[in-house]
């Protein structure tokens, strides 16, 4: 495990968007695993950037996103398709068809979760990862558990990140109380991995995921065993470090 101290979250976005500009130029049929929320929005704020001014071709660019609400349309502005659409698909070539996020309207969640695994290993392994934490150490949607859980899968989310994730939404009763999520098996897989984390309140789950066992009731310390995970963080998240 390698990591990146920056100085502050527009730091901490640049150094993860150098990496994946890396990829995508040194192997421009690349497949990218994605993530949404507060973390990588600056991330994908630089390469949007790049792309404008023409440093960076998405045309065969591939890209597996971490999990999706269920009940939620692709256009319904809290879901993650949406986010990804409008945070980086829109605004770069990248092709839409090969833009992948699970459907959260899927009637079969188990059909999905097959299908979605289907996609996975066509397009994968992974080539770069982008991941951000939870509160309560999730990533993706893998919340705490007995397990760590390996292929894609429905899960209920937790008190705290439906209380994380409130701020988004109306109040925190319109918080999907479900989600389908990319498997810890899966992430690990990723021949890269990278964390974004920023801001006082990370701290704590810092420290504990990456300082202390690794245990599915802290899911992200399984990063610990990765052989090639970097965690880029600004220095009020690694501040407990
Ligand atoms: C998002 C995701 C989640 C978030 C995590 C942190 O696709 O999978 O694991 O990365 O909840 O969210 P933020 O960055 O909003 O603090």
Redesign the pocket.
């Known amino acids: 495990m390698r990591i990146i101290a920056t100085e502050n979250y527009d730091a901490m976005s640049r150094q993860a968007a150098n990496i994946l500009s890396a990829q995508v130029i040194m192997k421009p049929d690349c497949t990218l695993g ?8 600056g991330t994908y704020k630089v390469l949007i950037e790049r792309y404008e001014q023409g440093d960076l071709d998405f045309s065969q660019v591939k890209s597996i ?3 999706e609400y269920v009940g939620l349309s692709p256009e319904h502005d809290q879901s ?1 398709r949406y ?1 990804m659409q409008h945070n980086l698909f829109d605004h770069i070539n990248i092709d839409p068809a090969n833009t992948n996020v699970p459907n959260g309207l899927a009637k079969d969640v188990k059909a999905e979760c097959d299908r979605y695994n289907k996609v996975i290993e066509e397009l994968g392994p992974i080539d770069v990862q982008v ?5 309560d150490g ?5 919340e705490p558990a007995e397990d760590f859980a390996t292929l894609t899968h429905l899960v209920d989310l937790t008190d705290v ?1 439906i209380e ?2 409130a701020r ?1 939404f109306a109040s925190a009763n319109e918080v999907p109380r479900q989600a389908l ?1 990319m498997g810890i098996g899966t992430i690990m897989q990723a021949k890269k991995v990278i964390m ?4 006082k ?2 701290a704590e789950i810092v420290k504990k995921a990456f300082t202390g066992p690794v245990t599915p009731e802290v899911p992200a310390s399984i990063l610990q065993m990765h052989p090639d995970f970097v965690l880029i963080g600004d220095q009020d998240a690694l501040s407990l470090l």
């Open positions: 994605l993530a949404t929320g507060s973390s990588p929005i996103n971490l999990d993650y986010f991941l951000g934490l939870g509160h999730h990533i993706g949607f893998n990140t994380a994730n988004f999520t974004v984390v920023s801001g309140d990370k």
